[in-house]
């Protein structure tokens, strides 16, 4: 993994010094990573500062497809790995000589099944003997036989020692990698194939091309092509990145203000409360003006009254407005990862992800709205031109909520704003500060202040009024199921135009392992699942459902990594987990807590440091065993997993049981087997089917957000039907015979 060289380089050098007198310590360096010379450079400088030899393994590398998915995920600038198989193989030759030449430094060990790559290492060593090739056991017999009876070359012959089952996975891998077509393996067996194509010199190979970087491997930026730019990602494993956001973060404004934005015109100074940060210590983050009545009621006709105009715009203009928010957005990544840290309780990681996501969301709604509202002509009879077009509904009402207070509170906005909508924003009450900065930085990008408002307020003060209004078309809404049942019976209840609503709320979400399944695995996406952002995600994992012949196991192994969770002050990067959002969130789960402590068996806790901040909602993550998921009567939104065990025979009424509950959100599959992934996927009702990976953090336009059931209307957020919802349909038919006859009919000539 790329992003732990750093702390494992800062880790060797300590323990080299504690090992003085033994040369016996080493480490392998892979040859893919950019960063290999480099990594020899600082290993010679280590040596030379502790007078001791390392042992270096030299590898081309392993695992070099994960680091290029990994590295589009985050939205890097580039790869850490070289995307041509030459550079890793130049790379290679580049860091043999380096090593060769100081062996007062290291002892190399090179480990290739490449006969070109053996070659150039026995030229560079000459007579030298203080060095050793290395081969997997069952390859390249005949290669080093050869060439250890011709130069007289130590090889170390190794094996991956362990059962069937843990190791498939690792010898899987390998024929993967020695079977890719530019493996010196594989292309050793095509006969017909011209030796000099075989032996050509990388570096050669290198030089003959017209672009170094391989074209047909996207650059992260570049992963969506020319529909749109992938949001700029920052490594966090870089102390050198980490120091430029602490930094940027640190010119971040330390107190915000939020009101109510109505017509372009900031409301309510003189009746500011204090905001506070739930993560404890000096937690004054702002002041927050809640809407009056007046506020509602002038908003409600700007919005009426702005939404012709907008509407009339055109998607095209719109669009470019939303291009330009996601452009000031990303100018601006560190100073909102600081407003969601300070006032959402955002750990780095998330924050980032979540400023990210805001992104994306507007470039994704921005793009199917240039793709979906230009008017189209429909085919039908002769003399008649029939065109359908979409359009805005009118004013959309957007409540978002706290855990996700920038993400989802910008994608609803944009998504009315591409359909033509106008909008009025009522943001979480815990966390109105991020969302004033991002109205203000959609004004900024060329929105209206009429076709975008703020009220922030209570749902009861603000929220109701909106949606009892019959000016109000539409109502999009994140949130508890039981929020979004009431928002629906106070549409259907008010006179006027029936209005749409497009609701995401929670999940009962499961995710089922069989006893194929890696454990090591299992357990690094249940950790991620369940307690990242504390739990606090819609789509984060509640029922852990373990087959009955490893779950022992796996919740041994569980508990272990529950451990070394460290929960604390999300400002601080070492954080994993932070807060809850507020005290009556604290409170409530603090009593579920207790209540399976008297009626389930505990799993594991992580430990509560000693030294939080003072004030902050901070809850140890919990894990019990429970023995059923009908024994959990709703959603609990916080660090707390419940664990099923179930037989393989019982596999569908597993499923049955999870469907049972009503919601369908989210699911998780570990299973090695197909046909496992088959029966549960065809028999389940899940919005959002996740195999063999966690299950939170759904990627815009990649992987469409949303349940059905008790989890959502749909259609799914950052998917291709999204920005549609919002808009109307209209078709016009215009008889063009009707003056005169069809002229173009009879203008036709014949064959």
Same mark, same amino acid.
């Given at each position: 993994?790329?992003?732990?060289?750093?702390?494992?380089?800062?880790?060797?050098?300590?323990?080299?010094?504690?090992?003085?007198?033994?040369?016996?310590?080493?480490?392998?360096?892979?040859?893919?990573?950019?960063?290999?010379?480099?990594?020899?450079?600082?290993?010679?400088?280590?040596?030379?500062?502790?007078?001791?030899?390392?042992?270096?393994?030299?590898?081309?590398?392993?695992?070099?497809?994960?680091?290029?998915?990994?590295?589009?995920?985050?939205?890097?600038?580039?790869?850490?790995?070289?995307?041509?198989?030459?550079?890793?193989?130049?790379?290679?030759?580049?860091?043999?000589?380096?090593?060769?030449?100081?062996?007062?430094?290291?002892?190399?060990?090179?480990?290739?099944?490449?006969?070109?790559?053996?070659?150039?290492?026995?030229?560079?060593?000459?007579?030298?003997?203080?060095?050793?090739?290395?081969?997997? #056991?069952?390859? $390249? %017999?005949?290669?080093?036989?050869?060439?250890?009876?011709?130069?007289?070359?130590?090889?170390?012959?190794?094996?991956?020692?362990?059962?069937?089952?843990?190791?498939?996975?690792?010898?899987?891998?390998?024929?993967?990698?020695?079977?890719?077509?530019?493996?010196?393996?594989?292309?050793?067996?095509?006969?017909?194939?011209?030796?000099?194509?075989?032996? %050509?010199?990388?570096?050669?190979?290198?030089?003959?091309?017209?672009?170094?970087?391989?074209?047909?491997?996207?650059?992260?930026?570049?992963?969506?092509?020319?529909?749109?730019?992938?949001?700029?990602?920052?490594?966090?494993?870089?102390?050198?990145?980490?120091?430029?956001?602490?930094?940027?973060?640190?010119?971040?404004?330390?107190?915000?203000?939020?009101?109510?934005?109505?017509?372009?015109?900031?409301?309510?100074?003189?009746?500011?409360?204090?905001?506070?940060?739930?993560?404890?210590?000096?937690?004054?983050? $702002?002041?927050?003006?809640?809407?009056?009545?007046?506020?509602?009621?002038?908003?409600?006709?700007?919005?009426?009254?702005?939404?012709?105009?907008?509407?009339?715009?055109?998607?095209?203009?719109?669009?470019?407005?939303?291009?330009?928010?996601?452009?000031?957005?990303?100018?601006?990544? +560190?100073?909102?990862?600081?407003?969601?840290?300070?006032?959402?309780?955002?750990?780095?990681?998330?924050?980032? $992800?979540?400023?990210?996501?805001?992104?994306?969301?507007?470039?994704?709604?921005?793009?199917?709205?240039?793709?979906?509202?230009?008017?189209?002509?429909?085919?039908?009879?002769?003399?008649?031109?029939?065109?359908?077009?979409?359009?805005?509904?009118?004013?959309?009402?957007?409540?978002?909520?706290?855990?996700?207070?920038?993400?989802?509170?910008?994608?609803?906005?944009?998504?009315?704003?591409?359909?033509?909508?106008?909008?009025?924003?009522?943001?979480?009450?815990?966390? +109105?500060?991020?969302?004033?900065?991002?109205?203000?930085?959609?004004?900024?990008?060329?929105?209206?202040?009429?076709?975008?408002?703020?009220?922030?307020?209570?749902?009861?003060?603000?929220?109701?009024?909106?949606?009892?209004?019959?000016?109000?078309?539409?109502?999009?809404?994140?949130?508890?199921?039981?929020?979004?049942?009431?928002?629906?019976?106070? &549409?259907?209840?008010?006179?006027?135009?029936?209005?749409?609503?497009?609701? %995401?709320?929670?999940?009962?979400?499961?995710?089922?392992?069989?006893?194929?399944?890696?454990?090591?695995?299992?357990?690094?996406?249940?950790? &991620?699942?369940?307690?990242?952002?504390?739990?606090?995600?819609?789509?984060?994992?509640?029922?852990?459902?373990?087959?009955?012949?490893?779950?022992?196991?796996?919740?041994?192994?569980?508990?272990?990594?529950?451990?070394?969770?460290?929960? $604390?002050?999300?400002?601080?990067? %070492?954080?994993?987990?932070?807060?809850?959002?507020?005290?009556?969130?604290?409170?409530?789960?603090?009593?579920?807590?207790?209540?399976?402590?008297?009626?389930?068996?505990?799993?594991?806790?992580?430990?509560?440091?000693?030294?939080?901040?003072?004030?902050?909602?901070?809850?140890?993550? #919990?894990?019990?065993?429970?023995?059923?998921?009908?024994?959990?009567?709703?959603?609990?939104?916080?660090?707390?997993?419940?664990?099923?065990?179930?037989?393989?025979?019982?596999?569908?009424?597993?499923?049955?049981?999870?469907?049972?509950?009503?919601?369908?959100?989210? &699911?998780?599959? #570990?299973?090695?087997?197909?046909?496992?992934?088959?029966?549960?996927?065809?028999?389940?009702?899940?919005?959002?089917?996740?195999?063999?990976?966690?299950?939170?953090?759904?990627?815009?336009?990649?992987?469409?957000?949303?349940?059905?059931? &008790?989890?959502?209307?749909?259609?799914?957020?950052?998917?291709?039907?999204?920005?549609?919802?919002?808009?109307?349909?209209?078709?016009?038919?215009?008889?063009?015979?009707?003056?005169?006859?069809?002229?173009?009919?009879?203008?036709?000539?014949?064959?």
């Amino acid at each position: 993994e790329a992003d732990r060289l750093d702390l494992q380089l800062d880790v060797m050098a300590v323990v080299a010094e504690s090992l003085a007198g033994w040369d016996g310590f080493g480490l392998a360096v892979q040859a893919y990573q950019k960063r290999a010379p480099a990594v020899v450079d600082w290993l010679a400088a280590e040596s030379a500062r502790t007078g001791r030899r390392w042992m270096v393994r030299l590898v081309k590398g392993a695992y070099w497809d994960t680091e290029i998915k990994r590295a589009q995920e985050r939205g890097l600038e580039g790869y850490p790995v070289y995307t041509r198989k030459a550079a890793t193989d130049a790379c290679y030759m580049a860091c043999a000589k380096a090593l060769l030449a100081n062996p007062k430094a290291f002892y190399p060990q090179f480990a290739t099944h490449n006969a070109l790559t053996i070659a150039h290492v026995l030229e560079l060593a000459e007579t030298r003997r203080d060095f050793e090739f290395q081969r997997l #056991h069952g390859m $390249g %017999e005949a290669l080093y036989r050869d060439a250890i009876a011709a130069h007289k070359a130590a090889c170390r012959v190794y094996a991956p020692v362990g059962s069937h089952e843990d190791l498939l996975p690792y010898l899987v891998r390998r024929l993967l990698e020695n079977g890719a077509n530019s493996s010196f393996v594989n292309r050793i067996a095509d006969e017909a194939l011209p030796i000099a194509d075989l032996v %050509e010199n990388p570096v050669a190979r290198l030089r003959g091309k017209k672009r170094v970087p391989n074209p047909r491997i996207a650059s992260p930026r570049d992963l969506f092509g020319a529909e749109r730019a992938n949001s700029r990602g920052y490594d966090l494993s870089d102390p050198a990145v980490v120091d430029r956001i602490a930094e940027a973060m640190a010119r971040a404004p330390l107190v915000e203000r939020a009101g109510p934005l109505v017509a372009g015109e900031e409301r309510g100074r003189d009746r500011a409360r204090e905001a506070t940060s739930p993560n404890g210590g000096p937690c004054t983050v $702002g002041f927050v003006a809640d809407s009056t009545e007046a506020d509602v009621a002038d908003a409600l006709a700007a919005a009426a009254g702005a939404f012709r105009a907008w509407d009339a715009l055109g998607a095209e203009r719109r669009a470019a407005m939303l291009g330009r928010f996601a452009d000031l957005l990303e100018a601006r990544i +560190p100073e909102f990862m600081h407003r969601c840290i300070a006032e959402a309780g955002k750990t780095w990681p998330d924050a980032q $992800g979540e400023v990210r996501e805001a992104i994306d969301l507007a470039r994704y709604y921005a793009a199917r709205a240039r793709e979906g509202f230009a008017e189209r002509v429909l085919p039908g009879p002769t003399g008649e031109r029939n065109t359908w077009r979409l359009a805005g509904r009118g004013v959309f009402a957007a409540i978002s909520p706290w855990n996700f207070p920038l993400a989802i509170f910008a994608g609803q906005i944009a998504a009315a704003l591409a359909a033509g909508n106008s909008v009025i924003a009522k943001p979480a009450e815990q966390t +109105p500060l991020v969302a004033a900065a991002a109205v203000r930085l959609f004004h900024e990008a060329g929105v209206p202040g009429d076709v975008l408002q703020l009220l922030p307020g209570s749902g009861e003060a603000v929220g109701a009024r909106l949606v009892s209004d019959p000016r109000v078309a539409g109502v999009v809404f994140t949130g508890g199921t039981e929020t979004a049942r009431a928002i629906q019976r106070a &549409l259907a209840a008010r006179p006027g135009p029936i209005a749409t609503l497009i609701a %995401e709320t929670g999940g009962q979400n499961a995710m089922i392992v069989d006893s194929s399944a890696l454990p090591e695995q299992v357990v690094g996406d249940v950790l &991620l699942s369940a307690f990242n952002s504390a739990g606090q995600r819609c789509s984060a994992l509640r029922v852990l459902c373990l087959q009955d012949d490893i779950a022992e196991r796996t919740l041994k192994m569980l508990a272990g990594a529950m451990q070394e969770l460290r929960v $604390g002050d999300p400002a601080l990067l %070492e954080t994993d987990i932070g807060p809850v959002i507020d005290a009556e969130a604290l409170k409530l789960l603090e009593a579920h807590i207790a209540k399976m402590k008297r009626a389930a068996r505990l799993v594991a806790a992580v430990p509560l440091p000693k030294d939080l901040p003072p004030g902050g909602h901070y809850l140890a993550p #919990h894990a019990f065993e429970i023995g059923s998921i009908g024994a959990l009567e709703r959603e609990v939104f916080g660090p707390v997993l419940h664990v099923v065990r179930f037989s393989a025979a019982k596999l569908e009424a597993l499923v049955d049981a999870i469907d049972a509950t009503g919601y369908g959100l989210t &699911l998780g599959v #570990h299973s090695r087997l197909d046909s496992t992934v088959e029966r549960v996927r065809a028999r389940a009702h899940a919005g959002n089917v996740y195999v063999n990976r966690g299950m939170i953090g759904a990627v815009v336009g990649v992987q469409p957000f949303g349940g059905e059931g &008790l989890s959502g209307t749909g259609p799914k957020a950052g998917g291709p039907l999204y920005v549609a919802r919002f808009a109307v349909e209209r078709a016009v038919s215009v008889n063009t015979a009707a003056a005169g006859g069809n002229a173009a009919l009879m203008a036709l000539g014949e064959e």
